[in-house]
């Protein structure tokens, strides 16, 4: 990692899948850059831990969660989120 790439703010493009059942337990591959340092994965106001942690994606498990959409947004190590996106909850 550069020294600029450190200070870019973590940006989300995709999840895969982008949908789940309301049980959760789904695992989701987050796509996107400044990603390294992600420390959590936020589910609506869930936090849960992210793993695999590369400069372009993480990966997280869906919590449980009541039918409908759940915002996704992911937080770094000193605390700087990054852009939220829908997870459909079935």
């Known amino acids: 990692m550069t020294s600029a790439e ?11 899948p ?9 695992e989701v591959t987050i796509a996107g850059h400044g990603l390294l340092t992600a420390e959590f994965v936020f589910v609506d106001n869930v936090k849960v831990p992210a793993t695999d942690q590369t400069w372009y ?10 039918p409908g959409t759940a915002q996704v947004y992911v937080v770094l190590k000193d605390g700087t989120p990054s852009n939220k996106l829908p997870f459909r909850y079935t």
């Open 18 to 26: 982008d949908h789940g059942p309301s049980g959760g337990g789904t």
């Open 57 to 66: 994606s993480a990966r997280f498990k869906t919590p449980p969660h009541t």
């Open 6 to 16: 450190a200070f870019v703010d973590p940006i989300i493009d995709s999840l895969t």
